[in-house]
């Protein structure tokens, strides 16, 4: 193929395993922590011990063509690191003082054995949650765990409030066209760009709050885009900051962080008027469409403009450009769930591609579901829940979208209230697996320090290393394994993709290994005797999905990967509903402009836009001593989240400190100093960053990173790795939601910017939280 030319081919044989000189070469899947949504074909070298020494990206897979980030390419560094959990632990100190009795895992077993059943028996299953932090390979796993074994309905995103990463934008496509939906950059067939003679490359791609070159969100890789752009493609990019995609597009639309929804509403009003919209689309498979013209009056560009704090000439171009393209394509990303009203901001951006009709065509927005069919996800062994106890999750009785089933978990800030209150029903055991909510996914990270240090009873931790979670809240420790060390499946979007051993590392286990060894113990009921270890549980459960080969099959002669028999207008086809009929998977049968099932439950059917709940404009006096908007979560090639922190890689060499940005005149106005730590405040906390001048952001607008934290210093509280010093979650509430339950506003707070200084710098807020037993406020 084309993008095979610059490689030795003879070097990379179409196989599983192969030799190269003393070394092991295995063809795999990278797809657990540490690592991202996208799962890269990976080639693992390694030597006749079973160590990883080497990794390469895999030249012969369609999908990524070779290509791997540099934290792949670093991989061995964490594989291989000493500080990497080897064996299961049990807490003898206090919680936080990070003392433990290294125990077998038979005992660890027995312990949860014990604590899972009398839990049951006192308080119900329903007493016991999973939480889970970035959806890789365990997501249905802790599901399958969930459901299956411990027998309980909650399943939830670890603290992240208002479940904002991706969770909005998928529920709204749900009730709108009944799937999801994804930018067509040719990745569903094993024929890409020119050699697909169906696929057509887009001459509008907008990419929508999220920066995908680094962070290959959602299970796209960013490269994709470049390699649309090579082919012609144009960009708009809207974000704050001036990306390296933005920099390279035709139209940069830099807005106020949170403003998204009016945006969207203000291009719909320039597409609509201007009669820019496909009219047969329109007429023959949406439902709402009036209504939706009459909303989008109330949004001039002018109004919106004046919202969004950008030039009203430069919407109405990008508006014209991407409906007169054809096709266009849009590609978002967590920024649109990251404001209270995320599902609400999901659904005028999906307007945008409804009224052009840039649905599921070649090169538009495709609705697309799990590979081959195959669930194995937040659903994953859901048929075992005894009846009723969906009924009871925590936040179905106030959100209908949860109550409903339009995401298969339960409502985060509502955990976390039942934890703190005891009602509905009290929370007893907490299983946390792959996430560190107080570092990274939780916000208000010091109230949820305080409700899993004081208030559950019994939690477990999974993960790589020991993180600050894990010291100051888990009575168990249990070591997992990464990727070169698991066999699995991967089935999020086609092409379903295989995860083949080739290594160990003392004591850690495949969460799948742990999820079966329990399931024999406390539910044998629900497990054939003969799935005794992770190949045996793929097997299963491709055999109940009807997959229709095993994964062997999948290794061996897919080589690792396996494309369904993708199509494209399959609502013309019949082939979205279960009737077999034309249309959408909706009340209607079309794609809803106007939300019926909204409508039904007294919501707003249409899409709209509202203030931040702290603001310029919704909270000015506030704003007078807060005079920054806040946009948290920075990214960068270094990190995912809280994973690559340890002090010795690569990522910490090359970004060894927290940075945030900040316009050089606001930083002039204030007294900031480029690359000296400031302290960054609002009502609800403070912490601590290293200024970067950025003269791209709007001089009203700062941006920090996230995910910080130290495992260099000192484990036991009050140190706690430094957990809350430089963590934005200080700043950004729990618990203010949209109506749907989705959505917060942990992108677009407010906040005032300072030096520190020895005099308001005594004490570290991780101190103040640990030892002082306050919120993290200034002195």
């Not at 409030?161 to 067509?184: E, F, H, K």
């Not at 969460?511 to 097997?539: C, F, S, T």
């Not at 095993?550 to 082939?575: A, C, P, Q, V």
């Not at 707003?604 to 704003?623: A, I, R």
């Amino acid at each position: 193929m084309e993008y095979n030319n610059e490689y030795n081919m003879d070097l990379y044989p179409e196989q599983l395993h192969w030799q190269e000189g003393d070394l092991t070469a295995t063809r795999t899947t990278m797809w657990s922590g540490p690592g991202c949504h996208e799962g890269c074909q990976i080639i693992f070298y390694t030597d006749k011990d079973g160590k990883l020494v080497k990794t390469e990206g895999d030249p012969n897979s369609p999908m990524t063509q070779g290509r791997l980030c540099m934290r792949c390419l670093e991989l061995p560094e964490l594989v291989n690191h000493a500080d990497r959990l080897k064996y299961p632990m049990k807490r003898v100190g206090e919680r936080g003082e990070d003392k433990w009795e290294r125990v077998s895992w038979d005992e660890a077993y027995d312990i949860i054995e014990e604590k899972v059943r009398q839990f049951q028996k006192e308080s119900g299953p329903e007493s016991i949650i999973s939480m889970i932090g970035t959806g890789r390979n365990v997501s249905q796993v802790i599901a399958h765990n969930q459901y299956a074994n411990f027998g309980g309905p909650d399943l939830t995103l670890c603290f992240l409030s208002g479940d904002s990463c991706m969770l909005p934008r998928t529920a709204i496509c749900y009730v709108m066209m009944g799937n999801q939906w994804v930018a067509d950059m040719s990745q569903f067939r094993a024929t890409r760009y020119e050699e697909d003679p169906d696929w057509q490359r887009p001459e509008c791609i907008v990419i929508w709050g999220t920066n995908p070159v680094i962070n290959n969100a959602d299970a796209f890789l960013g490269h994709w885009i470049v390699e649309a752009q090579k082919r012609g493609s144009e960009l708009v990019v809207i974000d704050p900051k001036l990306t390296w995609m933005a920099a390279k597009a035709k139209y940069w639309l830099r807005l106020r962080p949170g403003t998204d929804a009016a945006l969207a509403l203000g291009m719909l009003n320039v597409i609509i008027n201007e009669d820019l919209v496909d009219h047969d689309f329109i007429d023959k498979w949406t439902y709402g469409y009036d209504a939706l013209v009459e909303r989008v009056q109330e949004y001039t560009p002018e109004k919106v403009a004046e919202i969004c704090w950008i030039d009203k000439d430069l919407l109405i171009e990008a508006a014209r450009f991407y409906a007169k393209a054809h096709p266009s394509s849009i590609q978002w990303g967590l920024a649109v769930d990251m404001s209270q009203i995320g599902t609400v901001t999901a659904q005028a951006i999906a307007c945008l591609a409804g009224v052009t009709g840039n649905i599921d065509n070649p090169g538009g927005n495709v609705l697309i579901d799990q590979a081959s069919g195959l669930e194995f996800g937040y659903n994953s062994g859901i048929e075992y829940l005894k009846p009723g106890l969906i009924e009871k999750r925590l936040g179905n009785d106030k959100y209908p979208l949860k109550k409903y089933g339009f995401t298969a978990s339960s409502q985060s800030d509502s955990i976390l209230e039942a934890i703190e209150t005891g009602e509905p029903r009290p929370v007893r055991m907490l299983w946390i697996q792959s996430s560190n909510p107080i570092a990274n996914m939780g916000q208000d990270a010091p109230r949820i320090y305080r409700a899993l240090k004081n208030k559950v009873d019994f939690i477990v931790v999974i993960d790589l290393f020991k993180t600050p979670t894990a010291v100051a809240c888990a009575d168990l420790l249990l070591p997992c394994a990464m990727s070169n060390e698991r066999d699995c499946i991967r089935v999020w979007f086609d092409p379903m993709r295989s995860l083949t051993k080739c290594s160990s590392f003392y004591e850690a286990k495949e969460d799948e290994q742990i999820m079966i060894d329990l399931g024999h113990r406390l539910a044998p009921e629900n497990w054939p005797d003969w799935v005794q270890e992770p190949r045996d549980y793929m097997n299963w459960r491709m055999e109940v999905g009807n997959v229709g080969f095993t994964m062997e099959t999948l290794e061996n002669e897919y080589k690792g990967m396996h494309y369904s028999d993708y199509r494209y207008f399959k609502y013309e086809k019949g082939l979205l509903r279960p009737d077999g009929l034309p249309g959408f998977m909706t009340p209607t049968g079309r794609y809803e402009f106007y939300i019926s099932l909204f409508a039904s439950w007294g919501d707003d059917p249409l899409p709209y836009y509202k203030e931040p709940p702290t603001s310029p404009y919704s909270t000015p006096e506030l704003f007078e001593k807060y005079p920054f908007v806040l946009t948290t979560g920075l990214r960068s090639f270094e990190f995912f989240h809280s994973e690559w922190r340890q002090a010795d890689t690569t990522s910490r060499e090359l970004h060894p400190l927290p940075r945030f940005d900040i316009h050089p005149e606001a930083a002039a106005k204030y007294g900031i100093a480029d690359g000296t730590w400031c302290w960054i405040e609002n009502d609800l906390g403070r912490m601590r960053q290293i200024a970067r001048f950025d003269e791209t952001l709007d001089p009203r607008v700062i941006a920090t990173e996230h995910g910080w934290w130290f495992p260099e210093k000192e484990a036991a509280e009050p140190s706690l790795f430094g957990v809350f010093d430089c963590n934005p979650n200080n700043l950004i509430p729990m618990c203010q939601n949209g109506d749907s339950g989705y959505g917060a506003p942990i992108k677009s707070g407010i906040a005032k910017v300072y030096s520190c200084t020895p005099e308001n710098s005594k004490h570290q807020p991780t101190e103040q939280v640990t030892r002082l037993g306050g919120y993290t406020h200034g002195e």
